[in-house]
């Protein structure tokens, strides 16, 4: 059974350019969530999908949008990037079932913005 | 507002001490969680708790959820080196969709030998 895995480990931008963060879910999980880190801060909730679809969504604006393949591996995008989305980057796959879902974190993605 | 408060932010002890760490909010989660994340690598889960006043036990860990679900704590005995780490809580608010986790600040420990 393998992890969760993130690509890149690191990336540097400039402001106003897009990025695109790539997530492997962990084999048979049906459910991917994106988490932004800033330095000292805990993980603040992106969005979510299920099954290829968004399925909730936290205080980010749209030029945060992502994507869910059939395989369940996911992406993040980034348009038109400000100095304030450096950050890490998390992904986290779950199995959605019954009342309680244990979340897998990937290593995640450190983005620098200049 | 930070929607559930850890405290303490730092906290930095000799080998051996005991420790706790608070994690408050004025909302009631359906489930709650705790994690720990080294330098460099995402979160592991440590425990979830999803009854109120449930107390679970993972080695020198002890784990308490709020008898009302809104608060929880973490309890380390005789901590170790390698018990350094950021600790986070993280809860699910009662009718969120799977994996909305809402996360505290953290709190960062040190033990030194």
């Known amino acids: 059974e393998t992890g969760v895995t993130q690509s890149p480990t690191h990336l540097i931008k400039t402001r106003g350019q897009q990025v695109t963060l790539r997530c492997s879910s962990q084999?048979?999980?049906?459910?991917v969530s994106w988490y932004q880190q800033a330095l000292g801060q805990g993980p603040q909730f992106i969005f979510q999908?299920?099954?290829?679809?968004?399925?909730g969504r936290g205080n980010f604006p749209p030029r945060f949008s992502g994507l869910q393949f059939p395989n369940y591996s996911s992406e993040l995008n980034v348009n038109a990037l400000e100095l304030d989305d450096s950050a890490l980057y998390l992904c986290a796959s779950s199995l959605a079932e019954g009342t309680t879902d244990t979340q897998y974190f990937g290593p995640g993605t450190r983005l620098t913005v200049l | 507002t930070q929607l559930l408060e850890q405290s303490p932010q730092f906290l930095s002890i000799q080998e051996g001490e005991n420790l706790t760490v608070y994690c408050n909010s004025s909302s009631v989660f359906s489930s709650l969680q705790w994690y720990r994340q080294e330098p460099g690598e995402g979160p592991v889960l440590l425990v979830t708790?999803?009854?109120?006043?449930e107390v679970k036990k993972l080695k020198r860990l002890t784990f308490q959820f709020g008898d009302a679900r809104k608060d929880s704590s973490l309890h380390i005995t005789a901590a170790q080196t390698g018990d350094t780490g950021l600790y986070l809580c993280a809860g699910r608010k009662a009718g969120t969709s799977y994996g909305k986790l809402t996360f505290g600040q953290g709190t960062i420990l040190t033990v030194h030998p």
């Open positions: 708790v999803v009854t109120g006043g």
């Open positions: 999908y299920y099954r290829e679809e968004e399925n």
């Open positions: 084999s048979g999980h049906n459910t």
